[in-house]
C-alpha cells in the first residue's frame, strides 16, 4: 500500500494530506512560521522537513505546492504548481469536471476555468491582500467578533470603498464611529471581498463555482456568491486543504 503526503506551504498555514492507495486518511495544518521554526531548515536552495519529528510513518512519496511565486523546493519531494494542486484537489473531492474553482488563501486569491477535469484558464492575485483570509481575519479583530460571528452577517451591509487591506482597517475604524451595528459592518466585509473577487470571477465564469481555501468557511461569503452571481457554490469537504489534497495525487495524474 503507497502512502503519501501532500504538503500545501502557505503564507498562513502549512496543510498536509495523507492518502493511502488513493484514500484521504488525514489532514493536519499548521501555523506556517511556528511550522518553519519546528520543523524545517534550509539546505542551499531547498527547506529539509523533518519528517519524523511530525510523527508521521514511512512515507512512500511526498509532493509539495506552494503559493503565489514563492514556491518553496522541498528536499525529496516532488514540487508542482499551485494552480495544479488546487485543480486536482477540486476535481477529486467534488467529482465535478466543468467548473470554476475559487480559492481564497491565506495572502492571495486564485480563480481557475475547468472544463473536461483540466484547466482552460486561470487567474490570480497574489499582489493585494484585501481578498484573503488575512483580510478578513485582521477587520474581524477591528470588530472585535470571531470568524465564525464574520460568517454570519450578509444583510445591511455597509458600504466600504477602499480596495486596499490596510487602509480598509482604518475606513473600518471610521464606520464604527459613526454607529453602524456590528452586524451591518461584518455584511459590509464580507461584501468587499465579494467585489474583490467578482471581475475575476466573470471573466471565467461558470453556473457552477467550487470555493476552496480558508475562506470557504466564512458562510456569509458563500451565500453573496450563489445571490449575486446566481451560481451554485460547492464547497467541498476540506476546503482549506484542497491543494494539499491535489498534490497526492499529482503523480498518479500525469
Not at 85 to 96: E, S, V
Not at 188 to 196: C, D, E, K, L, P
Not at 222 to 240: D, M, S, W
Not at 242 to 249: F, P, Q, T
Amino acid at each position: 500500500m503507497a502512502l503519501v503526503a501532500g504538503m500545501d506551504l502557505g503564507s498562513r498555514w502549512v496543510k498536509l494530506a495523507l492518502m493511502e492507495d488513493g484514500n484521504l486518511i488525514e489532514t493536519r495544518k499548521y501555523d506556517t512560521i511556528e511550522f518553519y521554526r519546528r520543523f524545517g531548515r534550509k539546505a542551499g536552495e531547498r527547506l529539509v522537513i523533518d519528517f519524523a519529528a511530525l510523527g508521521l510513518p514511512s512515507l512512500d512519496r511526498v509532493v509539495s505546492t506552494g503559493y503565489g511565486r514563492l514556491t518553496i523546493q522541498v528536499e525529496g519531494a516532488v514540487n508542482i504548481p499551485e494552480i495544479r494542486a488546487h485543480l486536482l484537489g477540486a476535481n477529486f473531492q467534488t467529482g465535478l469536471t466543468d467548473y470554476t474553482l475559487l480559492d481564497l488563501g491565506g495572502q492571495d486569491s486564485k480563480v481557475i476555468l475547468v472544463r473536461n477535469g483540466k484547466m482552460a484558464d486561470f487567474i490570480t492575485n497574489d499582489r493585494c491582500a484585501a481578498s484573503s483570509g488575512r483580510y478578513v481575519e485582521n477587520m474581524a479583530a477591528v470588530l472585535g467578533v470571531s470568524l465564525a460571528e464574520m460568517g454570519r452577517h450578509t444583510h445591511d451591509p455597509v458600504e466600504l470603498s477602499s480596495t486596499c487591506a490596510v487602509f480598509g482597517e482604518s475606513e473600518l475604524v471610521g464606520r464604527i464611529i459613526e454607529g453602524h451595528p456590528i452586524a451591518s459592518l461584518a455584511a459590509g466585509v464580507n461584501y468587499t471581498i465579494f467585489r474583490r473577487v467578482l471581475p475575476m470571477l466573470l471573466k471565467l465564469y461558470s453556473p457552477i463555482l467550487v470555493f476552496t481555501g480558508g475562506v470557504a468557511y466564512n458562510k456569509a461569503i458563500g451565500e453573496i456568491l450563489a445571490r449575486e452571481l446566481e451560481v451554485e457554490v460547492v464547497i467541498p469537504p476540506h476546503p482549506q486543504f484542497n491543494g494539499a489534497i491535489g498534490c497526492c495525487l499529482a503523480e498518479a495524474a500525469q
